[in-house]
């Protein structure tokens, strides 16, 4: 691998996008959180899901749904039971930080989700990363979603240096967010997700000769 990106033309950009969401059709992975554009919704799933497994999500993310569907119902509730519900999760400082997430919402943006970047990273607990999400998942926004796996994917193809570093490097999010078409955004984000999930593993012998992006990549180019 090598630190500087190799060079993709828009007709391969073109093949790659159409390729990959093709596949994701097929291969998506069905969770509660995705059959929604709810982005209270979205917001509540991607602060579970920082640094914790899906599976793992799907129950305390069920219950809580179910309990607090929308922000009103939410900031009406005690921290108490808020962190009997998310305890399975584990790390505390991020269930500390939902009830101000709510009332900081009710407060500043009279209890609606905004959709604009730079406000939506004023919510305690809302991350670039999470902003990103939430808006590329709930409006179909142009976002890219920089994590392990995503940036893993976007290194593999540009044949570049994969570091623990990598999804804070500017050249990476950049050439991931020009991966991501301009249609479809959501349905993209979606399918690398799960490719990263399924088939670009982290392990050193990911499963190359089932993606459906192989012949694109430049990791892959050289399994063949």
Known sequence: MKSKPRDIDENELMLLRSSLLTWGRVNFRDYSWRNTQNPYKILISEVMLHRTQSEQVVPVYS???????????????????????????????????VHPMALFIIEHFQGEIPQGK?????????????????RCFSWNEHEAIADTNTIRITGRIFGLTIRDSSRRNRMFIDLLSML????????????????????CTKRIDPQCGKCPIQKFCKFGMNII
């Not at 569907?69 to 921290?79: K, T």
């Not at 990273?121 to 990363?129: C, E, F, L, M, Q």
């Open 63 to 97: 219950k809580f749904i179910k309990r607090y569907p929308d922000v009103q119902s939410l900031v009406m509730a005690s921290e108490e039971a808020i962190i009997e519900i998310m305890k399975p999760l584990g790390l505390m400082w991020r269930i500390n930080l």
């Open 118 to 134: 730079d406000y939506l990273k004023k919510i305690p607990g809302v991350s670039d990363y999470i902003a990103s999400a939430v």
């Open 180 to 199: 991501i078409p301009s249609k479809r955004p959501r349905d993209f984000n979606y399918a690398l997700l799960d490719l990263g999930s399924i088939i």
